[in-house]
């Protein structure tokens, strides 16, 4: 099983400033396959990004992913008061698992 | 516009089973995957597996092979899933998913809304 390890934890920013989550894959993953979520309490996950770098249907152009072989970001440029949620990197090449999740709070 | 709309919450006790539903809307059923996923209470999300509506093939993760059962009534466009012996840890909230056409195990494009169970003696 590919094991997804997310960093950091929490992440504790102000509106307007970047935000860079990171996602270490426990083997090589196909940027094809990688996915990212984000989660707000109380919602289901809404797709961000597939495929390591394209932006799904309706995702403001401020999220922005990129990556390749073991390693993956996701990029926040100018962070906007909704943005503030937990974060899941997905792999999906073989079988699917999840990373443990980022939480981008309000500092 | 595509839907998936998932039965309320269910409280069971430990050893007991339960099945949830996953009405999808919207779309072709038979062409796109389905899936299971779940999160427990502070902890993050966690794949249980996927049915394909056509031929109803489904595939489960290694951790939940024996204890989940995923089956699906294409008169209704209804996916189930059984999960059993239930313990306090499969407390969570329950999702159904599904991948777009021609994707097997993702990405999750569209979500039901979620289902909490409660396993509590």
């Known amino acids: 099983e590919i094991v997804l390890t997310q960093s950091p934890g929490t992440l504790s920013l102000s509106p307007g400033e970047r935000a860079t989550l990171s996602c270490r894959a426990s083997?090589?993953?196909?940027?094809?396959?990688v996915a990212w979520y984000q989660h707000r309490p109380g919602q289901a996950p809404r797709l961000l990004i597939y495929g390591a770098s394209s932006r799904a249907t309706g995702i403001p152009d401020r999220f922005s992913g990129s990556g390749s072989g073991t390693d993956f970001t996701l990029t926040i440029s100018r962070l906007e008061p909704e943005d503030f949620a937990v974060y899941y990197c997905q792999q999906y090449g073989s079988s699917s698992t999840f990373g443990q999740g980022t939480k981008v709070e309000i500092k | 516009q595509v839907q998936l709309v998932q039965s309320g919450a269910e409280v069971r006790k430990p050893g007991a089973s339960v099945i949830l539903s996953c009405k999808a809307s919207?779309?072709?059923?038979?062409?796109?995957?389905l899936h299971w996923v779940r999160q427990a209470p502070g902890q993050g999300l966690e794949w249980m597996g996927m049915i394909h509506p056509s031929g109803g093939s489904t595939t489960y993760p290694q951790n939940f092979q024996g204890r989940v059962t995923m089956t699906r009534d294409t008169s209704t466009n209804t996916v189930y899933m059984e999960l059993s012996s239930l313990g306090s840890e499969d407390t969570a909230v329950y999702y159904c998913?599904?991948?777009?056409?021609?994707?097997?195990?993702?990405?999750?494009?569209?979500w039901g809304q979620g289902t909490l169970v409660t396993v509590s003696s």
């Open positions: 919207g779309y072709t059923f038979i062409s796109y995957y």
């Open positions: 998913a599904r991948t777009p056409r021609g994707n097997n195990y993702g990405p999750f494009d569209f």
């Open positions: 083997q090589s993953v196909s940027s094809t396959y």
